[in-house]
């Protein structure tokens, strides 16, 4: 409209005002008026558009952070969950396999023996380097005998030891997993296929033994091994 070579301006089915924009503007009449007008309001609009776009931005940062926060959340959840689960898995396995606690007992016995092997061996290699500096042959040859008949012992019992570890654990897990296979009430259950819940006893099942008997061992063994390294090393560093 300001680009119009000519404006008329009507009030009440009479011409007010004629001419081009310039020249209405200059008169300063109601085309001055409407238009100043016009300018007033559009710049009301930018004002309150400005806030409206600053609320809808803060809106959409309070709901990223919020959603941000309730993922977190939801993650220690089932961190919690799981960490709660396994508990509760370990506690009732080592409960299913309480009958079989004497089987049990002989396995720790055997753990514990090989746990204590292998720093007592250290203890006869140490004394074992020292015959080496006698300079008599005859003695120097007496006592090396004797220290190897006593590795030999000692290799003696660490069979013996893992014969035992391996022999009652792998009882111990073989009665649970064949406890395990006998829950036939499962299959009465008509959500359970049968062909599924037979492969899952069959592997899962097995599975069962390896987070009882055999893992308990290798623990017991471990710290059996760190216990009594320590206590040597104590003892004749005091």
Known sequence: MRNADKIIVMQIG??????????LMNI????????QKQNLH???D???SIPEEENKQRGMNTVSLQSLKNNQ?????????KKK????ISSQLLRMNKPEWIFILFGCIG???NGMIQPTMEIVLSKL???FQECDEDPQRRKILVYNLIFIGFGIICFIATFIQSFFFDRSGEALTQRLRQDISYFDDPNNNTGALCTHLSTEASAVQCATGIRLGILLQSFCSLAGGLIIGFIFSW
């Open 42 to 44: 559009n710049k009301q």
């Open 14 to 23: 009479e011409i007010i005002e004629k001419g081009n924009h310039e020249l």
């Open 85 to 88: 689960v396994r508990r509760i």
């Open 28 to 35: 300063q009449s109601i085309y001055y008026n409407l238009i």
């Open 46 to 48: 930018k004002t309150n």
């Open 129 to 131: 380097t020292a015959v």
């Open 111 to 113: 753990c514990i023996c």
């Open 73 to 81: 959340n939801k993650q220690l959840e089932e961190i919690n969950e």
